[in-house]
């Protein structure tokens, strides 16, 4: 099995900082994608960002210019700093990956415990 673990969350003033991670343990054959994802109270999850395991990246128009994701392929983690934060940000936050555990399966879409960011003065 695959477990991804975040760490990072909190409150923060607006305008401020924070750094999130999530790393994947597990047996783990390679892993393509990874991507953050936020949910607000009411609303429906939606892509904060994504990185490919090319390192090409994605972001939602809501965050660019403020985050950035990056990936440490060496540690199985995938990183989300975010910058100028605003308190339309407060979220859950949740990271995905996309696993192959061996090389003879597809990968399968893996998710953290989520992790809250709560942007107030």
């Known amino acids: 099995q695959v477990q991804l673990v975040e760490d990072g969350g909190g409150l923060v003033q607006p305008g401020g900082s924070l750094r999130l991670s999530c790393a994947a343990s597990?047996?783990?054959?390679?892993?393509?994608?990874m991507g953050w994802y936020r949910q607000a109270p009411g609303k429906q999850r939606e892509l904060v960002a994504r990185?490919?395991?090319?390192?090409?990246?994605t972001y939602a128009d809501s965050v660019k210019g403020r985050f950035t994701i990056s990936r440490d392929n060496a540690k199985n983690t995938v990183y989300l700093q975010m910058n100028s934060l605003k308190p339309e940000d407060t979220a859950v936050y949740y990271c995905?990956?996309?696993?192959?555990?061996?090389?003879?399966?597809?990968?399968?879409?893996?998710w953290g415990q989520g992790t809250q960011v709560t942007v107030s003065s």
């Open positions: 597990g047996t783990i054959f390679s892993i393509n994608d």
């Open positions: 990185i490919t395991g090319s390192s090409s990246t």
């Open positions: 995905n990956m996309a696993v192959r555990q061996t090389m003879y399966y597809a990968a399968r879409q893996y």
